[in-house]
């Protein structure tokens, strides 16, 4: 309903009712959340010091089916490729900030990266399986749950501004845990859908996936590196940051590949081609800026805690699990990798944050029932619920972690 109609229409609610507000243009309802999301979060922040992502998605809970139903979950399917752009941008800038040379310097922090994502995903399936669940599906929860939100991380130091060895081992764990649990989880969808005498096409399939995405992103970060000899230094250079990020984007859906895997190798190559030349404002500049409110309030109206009274022993099992695991295996490893103790429990917070970025990077929609339709209901509710807890509170434990455990932030933040 556009405001000419609601002119026309006298029987029309009015735009500052709740009713309004429902049947309102998309687009300028969009724009309304945005406005308030901004406005309340920063409020928020200045009172209680809680992260302004918090607060953005706070602000998509009220207006999501929990609350005041202002949005369906299944309007946000046409935004779908606006939110993914937002999560590329911070990933690609994920990819620019990573050091992979540290992987080969440091093999026990190389395997510090798999490991902890590795014990996180078979403590949650061990745990769900000892609780009733299927194999399988305790497996797929097992999967999810092995990364850590890039856009979270990401949006938590563009606040804290922190730096140090619990902020880079940080993006990198981030980095190689997503790509684990992408991976893992094409893999699954794979072999679970293919008799055994196709298991070749189903090898084949699988390193198509993974050396296509590793070329995509390395001829967009080579090209990066050409195009922007001419615009180092001016205006243009976040412009055409963004354009390359799209274009990646787009052609890895296209092409069946990982958007994921290829934007972190971009934004590798990028800065291993340019060092120091290579400039990365953070989220891309003010369009990316605005773009993350959107994922952060698109995130709150995904949220949900439906039968979160029936399946609490599930829930508490997946995060239990998953906050063991990698603790474990952070503090394993901690002193051969040269990290303190102090460092390996803020470490091992601040990877808690859960990510549906493996699931929603692979979808066409926000419904994860039709990605993951070999995996039991309750099950799946039950980590959709521990996803929505440790994606609500996330900021708070990457935030916690480095800025009172790490001391690693710089004690101001963006603006």
């Known amino acids: 309903m556009t405001a000419l109609s609601l002119l026309s229409n006298p029987a029309s609610a009015p735009l500052w009712t709740l009713e309004g ?11 309304l959340l945005m406005l308030f999301a901004v406005v309340l979060a920063e409020a928020l922040h200045r009172a209680t010091q809680l992260p302004r992502t918090c607060g953005q998605m706070l602000v998509g809970a009220l207006a999501s089916p929990l609350v005041l139903r202002l949005l369906e979950r299944s309007e946000l399917d046409a935004w779908k490729p606006l939110i993914d752009l937002a999560i590329a941008v911070l990933v690609f800038e994920l990819g620019s900030r990573i050091r992979p040379r540290w992987l080969v310097d440091n093999r026990w922090l190389a395997l510090t990266c798999i490991l902890e ?6 403590a949650v399936a061990g745990s769900l399986v000892l609780l009733g669940t299927p194999l ?14 890039p856009v979270i991380v990401m949006a938590v130091l563009h606040e804290t501004r922190s730096r140090g060895q619990v902020t880079e081992r940080l993006l990198l764990m981030t980095a190689v845990n997503s790509v684990l649990a992408m991976l893992a989880l094409k893999l699954w969808h794979v072999v679970g859908g293919v008799p055994p005498h196709d298991l070749m ?5 699988a390193l198509y996936v993974v050396s296509g995405s590793l070329l995509l992103g390395a001829v ?45 190798v971009a934004g590798m190559v990028a800065r291993a081609r340019m060092r120091h030349a290579l400039t990365v404002e953070p989220q891309l500049g003010s369009a990316g800026a ?26 508490l099992a997946i995060i239990v699990a998953r906050i063991v695991g990698k603790g474990i295996a952070v503090a394993l490893l901690a002193r ?3 990290l303190g103790w102090q460092q390996a429990t803020a470490l091992t917070l601040a990877l808690q944050p859960m990510s549906s970025l493996a699931v929603l990077l692979a979808a066409d929609s926000f419904g994860w029932a039709a990605q993951l339709p070999a995996m039991d209901r309750a099950a799946l509710q039950a980590l959709l619920v521990a996803t929505t807890l440790m994606q609500l509170t996330g900021p708070l434990w990457t935030t916690l972690a480095l800025r009172r455990v790490a001391r690693e932030s710089n004690g101001t933040d963006s603006a």
């Open 136 to 149: 399988q599906s305790a497996a797929i929860a097992g999967t999810v749950a092995m990364s850590t939100s």
């Open 117 to 122: 994502g590795a014990l996180a995903g078979l």
């Open 21 to 31: 507000l429902r049947t309102a243009d998309p687009v300028l309802g969009l724009a």
């Open 201 to 205: 096409a189903t090898g084949a399939n």
């Open 336 to 338: 051969p990798s040269g």
């Open 290 to 315: 605005a773009l993350s409110v959107v994922l952060f309030i698109c995130l709150g109206v995904l949220l949900t805690l439906d039968h979160l009274l029936s399946l609490w022993p599930w829930v």
């Open 220 to 264: 967009c970060g080579l090209l990066l590196e050409l195009l922007s000899r001419r615009v180092r230094g001016t205006s243009a250079m976040p412009v055409l940051q963004i354009a390359l990020v799209i274009i990646a984007s787009m052609l890895a859906v296209q092409w069946t590949l990982s958007p994921l895997l290829a934007l972190l």
